[in-house]
């Protein structure tokens, strides 16, 4: 079992940043943050490893960047150039490296970006 504690979500302005970090209570390999907007399906946001291994969705190429600090078991998602589609509920989760299949998934922690 593993605990995740996501934080850093709020409220921000239309080309603002904000930074989310999540803790995870053991060591893990491979993590992600997905998104979900109102009434939308949640969607992958990136993905990272210890090997410092990152993808990111298309959708926020150049715009956001995950990396994971493996001492302190925290994986961080900074997005800067925040627009109002953007707007919602972001969860931390540990990923399967073989698979990418969710194993866990944080509270979530909410973004919304006003215009």
């Known amino acids: 079992q593993v605990e995740l504690v996501e934080s850093g979500g709020g409220s921000v302005q239309s080309g603002g940043s904000l930074e989310l970090s999540c803790a995870a209570s053991?060591?893990?390999?491979?993590m992600g943050w997905f998104r979900q907007a109102p009434g939308k399906e949640r969607e992958g946001v990136a993905t990272?490893?210890?090997?410092?291994?990152?993808t990111v969705a298309e959708s926020v190429k150049g715009r956001f960047t995950v990396s994971q600090d493996n001492a302190a078991n925290t994986v961080s998602l900074q997005m800067n150039s925040l627009r109002p589609e953007d707007t919602a509920m972001y969860y931390c989760?540990?990923?399967?490296?073989?698979?990418?299949?969710?194993?866990?998934w944080g509270q979530g922690t909410q973004v919304t970006v006003s215009s």
């Open positions: 053991r060591y893990t390999h491979c």
């Open positions: 989760a540990v990923l399967s490296c073989s698979n990418w299949v969710t194993l866990y």
């Open positions: 990272t490893d210890r090997d410092g291994v990152t």
